[in-house]
C-alpha cells in the first residue's frame, strides 16, 4: 500500500446528499505548494521599492524572461523580444537578469524562511517551494486561532478561494497553449475520510504563511493547498497573483481532465510530441490507454507515472535537499559555428559556475566529481528532422573528473576545465562536421567532501572507508552477500590480481604484480549507486565516480601498487 494513500469502507453519506460512499481515500497529506509571484522581477523590487508601480522587465540577451504585473497589464508577456516589449511599453524599466548570483540568495532566504513553518520543504528551481504541512494542520485543528477564521470565511471555511468546479482557463508556460476546464455541473461527494477539515485548517495556515512571508521578507506568493503535490501545483495555477486555490479531492477528476497533456508535471516535450503522434492531446484521451501502452511508448519510469497521475494518483513525498545535486550555467543565443567562439563562451560559463563552487566549497566542503557539457545543434536537429529545430536537439556528454581538480587552490583549473569540455565538445560534434549552436550548458555534479571519500584522506585509504567512517575489515576473500563495503583479493590469472572495493556498488582494480596496471579498467553501471574507476596503464586515474586521488598523498603521479593495498589492510 502506498505511503499517501490508504484505503477504508466509511460507508457515509456526503454531505451535499448522493449515494453512499463506500471505498474512501485515507488523505494521509496535507500539500502546500507555493509559486513566487514573478520571481525574478520581484528580487529587483524588493532591492528598489520604487519599482514596484513601474513597469518592469528582465532582460536576458535579447529577451524579457519575465516582467512584473503593471508591466503585463501593458502588454508586455514574458519571453518576449526586447523590441516588441518596448513597442507594447514605451516606458518599460529594464534590470538586466543574466547574473543569477541575486535571485539565488533570495531563493535560498526564502527556503529558510519556510524551514521556519516545516523542515518538509521541497525546492523547484528558484521559484517554487513544496511544503509538507501535514503535522502543523494535525497539531493546529480545534485550536481557537484557526477555528475562529474558519467560522469567519464565508468560503465555506476556506480562506479564498475554493475550487469548487468553476470553468476557468490554464495556459502552458512553455507554448501558450491553453487548456479550458468546463464548469462542473453534477453534484459531487466530498470524502469523508477527514481531509475535508484539514483542508480547511490547511488554507488559513497558508494564508498566514504567505502574509508573514510578505512582512518579513516583502515578497508575495500564489499558493495551491490539496492532499499530493499534484493537485497542490496545478490548483495554485487556478487564482494569481498573490492568492491561493484550495483543491478538494472530489473536483480533481473533472479538473484533470480537460487539461492538455503537457501541463502534467512530468510530461515534457517529448514525451508530449510522442502522446501527440498517437493523437493524444488532453488528459481525458491519455486515460483511455492502457499502463502498457504508456510504458511502450515512453518507457517505464514516464509511463508508469503518466498513468497515475492523469487519473489524480500521485503519493510522492515532500523530499527536502539540503543541496544542490548539480549545478550548471547556460547561455542560449541566435548561433555559433567556429570553435574559437565556442570556447570562449564556455570559458565565460565556467568562470560563472567556478563561483558558486568555492561559495558552497566554502560553506559545505564539497568538490564536485563530475563534468558534463550540453549542446543544442540546430544542424543536428534538423538532420534528426526534428521539427524543433532551432529550440530542441539537445545533446550532452559527461565524464568524471578528479575532485581536486575545482580546488581553490588549483592555480589551472580552468585550464584544465576547458581542455576536458572541449574534449567531450569534439565527441559531440566531430571536427570534420559542420555546426550551428544556439545553446551550451556547463554543468559539475556529484560533489563529495574534499580531503578523501569522506573528508579524512587524500590517497587510497580514503577509498576503502564506510560510510560511517569506519576502517574496513581484513577482507574475508569473498564478496559480502549483503553488499557490504569489503575488499576482496583472489587470482584472476597468473600476471594480475583483482581487488574489488565494495561501496554502495562497486569499484575494480587490476594491479599486476610488477605494482603498476597495465591496461585500462573500469567498472561501469548505469546507475548512481555504483562507482566507476578508469586508469592509464601508469596506475594514474583518468576519471569517473571514484572520489578520491590514487596516489601516495597529494601525489596523483605515484602509482597504487598491489603492495599498497597489502600494507594497507596486512594481506
Known amino acids: 500500500m502506498a505511503d499517501g494513500l490508504a484505503f477504508e469502507d466509511v460507508g457515509v453519506r456526503s454531505e451535499t446528499g448522493g449515494k453512499c460512499v463506500g471505498q474512501q481515500q485515507l488523505h494521509k497529506r496535507i500539500i502546500a505548494h507555493f509559486d513566487m509571484d514573478c520571481f525574478y522581477a520581484q528580487v529587483e523590487m524588493v532591492q528598489n521599492t520604487r519599482l514596484r508601480e513601474l513597469p518592469l522587465g528582465i532582460q536576458q540577451k535579447n529577451i524579457i524572461v519575465t516582467c512584473n504585473y503593471p508591466a503585463r497589464a501593458r502588454g508586455v508577456r514574458k519571453l518576449q523580444r526586447l523590441t516588441a516589449a518596448f513597442e507594447a ?108 477539515e484539514k483542508l480547511q485548517t490547511a488554507s488559513h495556515l497558508a494564508q498566514k504563511i504567505r502574509t508573514e512571508l510578505f512582512r518579513k521578507l516583502g515578497y508575495t506568493a500564489s499558493a495551491g493547498i490539496s492532499t499530493s503535490k499534484l493537485m497542490a501545483k496545478l490548483c495554485g495555477e487556478v487564482h494569481k497573483p498573490n492568492q491561493q486555490t484550495t483543491m478538494l479531492p472530489a473536483y480533481t477528476p473533472d479538473f484533470l481532465s480537460a487539461l492538455r497533456v503537457r501541463k502534467l508535471p512530468g510530461c515534457g516535450y517529448a514525451s508530449s510530441k510522442k502522446l501527440h503522434d498517437l493523437g493524444i ?59 574559437v567562439d565556442v570556447e570562449s563562451r564556455i570559458s565565460r560559463l565556467l568562470l560563472g559556475l567556478i563561483k558558486r563552487i568555492d561559495r558552497r566549497f566554502q560553506k559545505h566542503g564539497e568538490l564536485p566529481s563530475l563534468l558534463r557539457l550540453t549542446i543544442r545543434d540546430r544542424v543536428a536537429a534538423k538532420k534528426n528532422e526534428q521539427k524543433s529545430g532551432y529550440f530542441g536537439g539537445r545533446s550532452s556528454k ?30 559531440l560534434v566531430p571536427r570534420s562536421l559542420h555546426f550551428h549552436l544556439t545553446l551550451l550548458n556547463v554543468a559539475v555534479g556529484r560533489f ?47 600476471e594480475t590480481l583483482v581487488y574489488f572495493a565494495h561501496k554502495r556498488g562497486r569499484a575494480e582494480l587490476r594491479i599486476n604484480e610488477e605494482g603498476t596496471m597495465t591496461r585500462p579498467v573500469a567498472a561501469k553501471e548505469d546507475s548512481d549507486k555504483h562507482l566507476s574507476v578508469y586508469s592509464d596503464e601508469k596506475g594514474k586515474v583518468e576519471g569517473g565516480d571514484f572520489p578520491a586521488s590514487f596516489g601516495h598523498g597529494d601525489n596523483e603521479e605515484t602509482p597504487v601498487t598491489a603492495k599498497d593495498i597489502d600494507d594497507l589492510f596486512d594481506l
Open 89 to 196: 511599453c514605451p516606458d518599460l524599466v529594464i534590470r538586466d537578469g543574466s547574473n543569477l548570483t541575486r535571485y539565488r540568495e533570495a531563493s535560498e532566504n526564502i527556503l529558510d524562511y519556510f524551514k521556519g513553518f516545516t523542515p518538509l520543504v521541497e525546492r523547484l528551481g528558484l521559484d517554487e517551494f513544496f511544503l509538507d504541512i501535514t503535522n502543523q494542520v494535525n497539531h493546529s485543528s480545534g485550536s481557537s486561532e484557526f477555528e475562529q477564521q474558519i467560522s469567519l470565511s464565508e468560503d465555506e471555511g476556506f480562506s479564498p478561494h475554493l475550487y469548487r468546479g468553476l470553468k476557468l482557463t490554464l495556459t502552458e508556460t512553455q507554448t501558450g497553449r491553453k487548456s479550458h476546464v468546463p464548469a462542473r455541473t453534477k453534484e459531487v461527494e466530498h470524502c469523508r475520510c477527514g481531509c475535508y
Open 281 to 339: 492531446i488532453y488528459v481525458t484521451e491519455l486515460r483511455e490507454l492502457s499502463k502498457q501502452k504508456l510504458i511502450s511508448v515512453l518507457g517505464e519510469s514516464i509511463g508508469s507515472r503518466l498513468y497515475m497521475i492523469c487519473r489524480g494518483q500521485d503519493d510522492s513525498e515532500v523530499r527536502p535537499r539540503e543541496k544542490e545535486k548539480t549545478m550548471s550555467e547556460e547561455d542560449s543565443f541566435l548561433g555559433s559555428n567556429n570553435v
Open 398 to 427: 559527461q565524464t568524471g573528473v578528479q575532485i581536486s581538480l575545482f580546488h581553490p587552490e588549483e592555480t589551472k583549473r580552468e585550464e584544465k576545465a576547458i581542455e576536458i569540455l572541449m574534449q567531450l565538445f569534439f565527441k
Open 448 to 494: 563529495q567532501p574534499f580531503g578523501g571519500a569522506y573528508g579524512k584522506q587524500t590517497g587510497i585509504k580514503s577509498f576503502f572507508y564506510r560510510d560511517e567512517g569506519e576502517k574496513c575489515k581484513k577482507p574475508d576473500y569473498k564478496r559480502s552477500s549483503e553488499g557490504h563495503h569489503e575488499i576482496t583479493k583472489r587470482k584472476a590469472s597468473s
